[in-house]
């Protein structure tokens, strides 16, 4: 397939990454190892074909003709720009005249161009001098055409990069922003705590991005939701896992909504969000031992809603030997839309879906943290975890 910008056929993807090169020497290994495989998994995914994935310091090849590889690279996790790119020798002369070849499909009359050079390994030249070897190249083809070039290094109109390294040259026009991050399976796994809502899904997505395998919780709160709920909590899970081929998540549903009614029926009515949020927590606690993960990911974003002041998320972990992670905790509400539009939960989260029909009509806002406590002793809290589990679904979606 041809470069739609050129018409030129591409010969490879160059996939860079960042916080992998900081890594010693037998962690980096490790981790290009297991970008590598996630990079080969979503190529597959979306069916682009490739003939060979190589490495090289600081740098991993995708052999392909296929650019739409450059988009499909940008979505690893680890990955932090990818540029489809031709192949040409480390030398002068060669990279010169892949330079004029793709500025004569590229500079159109009137336009400024731009060489952009950069070289690793031994070489008997400078970056200053492929620039101006390069620069001369295009510069006397656009002459013999009849244009009229102009070389503008601070805003040209357009701009031709060339990556000399010891072995091979690369020369491209575009580079592809990554989503960055860590490869997707280097930080372990930790629970997610899902509800289908807007914030869930993100936070899980950014601890991915951190390399964490996430392993979806839903605790279904009927009869106090409506199946709606259910519905879009388990298409966030499928689309987050869009972002995981390769990967297969374990997803667990608890059903929820017999304690609900325990904490309505026995508690003070004002504390039913706080003591829900901290048996999720437990609940979510006994799944992440089971599966050996080693912590708990939620939506809460400090004040965003009633139950998450600073003074209720103290409450709902008061006593809880637990490693809980908040993601979002400083992320303003229009910071978190953008994410799930950019990652795709976004239509999916704002789907009617109703509200839970447990939540009281005066919540408790400031919450007294060793009253919660005292509520809980109104119930057998150990009994109403057992049973939960015992009562769990477990899917591989």
Not at 143 to 163: A, M, Q, T, W, Y
Not at 188 to 210: F, N, T
Not at 241 to 257: C, K, L, S, V
Request: proline share 5%; hydrophobic share 40%.
């Amino acid at each position: 397939m041809n470069d739609q910008r050129t018409g030129k056929q591409i010969d490879v993807i160059i996939v860079r990454y960042g916080e992998l090169a900081l890594k010693s020497p037998g962690v980096r290994n490790l981790y290009e190892k297991i970008l590598m495989k996630n990079i080969a998994a979503m190529l597959d995914s979306r069916n682009i074909p490739y003939s060979l994935m190589r490495r090289e310091w600081g740098r991993i090849f995708i052999e392909t003709t296929d650019p739409h590889a450059a988009e499909a690279a940008a979505d690893v996790f680890g990955v932090v720009s990818t540029s489809p790119a031709l192949i040409t020798e480390p030398d002068l002369k060669s990279a010169a005249g892949t330079c004029a070849s793709l500025g004569k499909g590229l500079i159109l009359e009137g336009e400024s161009f731009a060489i952009r050079a950069r070289r690793s390994g031994n070489h008997s030249f400078s970056s200053a001098d492929i620039g101006r070897v390069c620069g001369d190249a295009v510069w006397n083809m656009l002459e013999n055409e009849g244009k009229h070039p102009r070389v503008d290094l601070s805003s040209p109109d357009k701009e031709i990069f060339v990556e000399m390294r010891q072995n091979l040259a690369y020369v491209y026009l575009e580079t592809v922003k990554g989503v960055g991050g860590l490869p997707l399976g280097t930080q372990g796994s930790m629970v997610a705590l899902m509800s289908g809502g807007l914030d869930s899904p993100v936070a899980a997505w950014l601890m991915m991005k951190r390399g964490v395998m996430i392993i979806p919780v839903y605790c279904n709160t009927s009869p106090y939701g409506e199946d709606a709920a259910r519905e879009r909590a388990f298409d966030c899970i499928r689309q987050l896992q869009t972002w995981a081929p390769g990967h297969q998540f374990t997803t667990y549903e608890i059903p929820h909504g017999p304690n609900l009614s325990s904490f309505i029926d026995t508690c003070d009515r004002k504390n039913t969000c706080l003591l829900c949020k901290r048996m999720m927590y437990r609940e979510a606690y006994e799944i992440m031992k089971k599966e050996g993960a080693s912590g708990i990911i939620t939506g809460s974003s400090l004040g965003q809603v009633a139950s998450q002041t600073a003074a209720n998320m103290h409450a709902e972990i008061y006593q809880l030997s637990i490693p809980i992670y908040h993601p979002l905790i400083a992320f303003d509400k229009s910071e978190i839309m953008d994410i799930a539009r950019r990652i795709g939960t976004y239509e999916i989260s704002t789907r009617p879906a109703g509200s839970c029909t447990a939540v009281p009509e005066r919540p408790e806002v400031k919450a007294n943290y060793d009253l919660v406590v005292l509520e809980e002793k109104r119930l057998d809290i150990e009994n109403m975890v057992s049973e939960a589990l015992k009562a769990a679904k477990v899917f591989k979606l």
